[in-house]
């Protein structure tokens, strides 16, 4: 059973940073390409950034790059996302998801389509 669960979220001043958490069961991150998205409210959901199973590249989208670090731990089947000077239009709920493989360009994973599981997502509030 593969399971994806979001951790890490919680409300932060503008300037603070915060680091997510999205643990795998079920599968291992090997040959798994994992993806970062967030939904504001009123707003469809956008991908942020993935990391690609092929070969470990990272993706960001323009509006993060910069602030925003994707990591991953295969020993503990773990994908980070590291978020450095936040932002009030940062808030959103997050939500990792996977994706079997991993050799599309990278470009391909920001998109909602290519993943196959999602996480029930964590809830990132950046206010002073």
């Known amino acids: 059973q593969v399971q994806l669960v979001e951790s890490g979220g919680g409300l932060v001043q503008p300037g603070g940073s915060l680091r997510l958490s999205c643990a795998a069961s079920?599968?291992?991150?090997?040959?798994?390409?994992i993806g970062w998205f967030r939904q504001a409210p009123g707003k469809e959901r956008e991908g942020v950034s993935c990391?690609?199973?092929?070969?470990?590249?990272?993706i960001y989208a323009d509006s993060v790059k910069g602030r925003f670090t994707i990591s991953r731990d295969n020993a503990k089947d773990t994908v980070y996302l590291q978020i450095d000077s936040l932002k009030p239009e940062d808030t959103a709920v997050y939500f990792c998801?996977?994706?079997?493989?991993?050799?599309?360009?990278?470009?391909?994973?920001?998109?909602?389509?290519?993943?196959?599981?999602w996480g029930q997502g964590t809830q990132v509030t950046v206010s002073s």
């Open positions: 998801a996977a994706a079997q493989g991993g050799y599309a360009s990278g470009s391909y994973y920001l998109a909602l389509t290519a993943y196959d599981y």
């Open positions: 990391i690609r199973g092929s070969d470990g590249r990272t």
């Open positions: 079920g599968f291992s991150l090997a040959h798994y390409t």
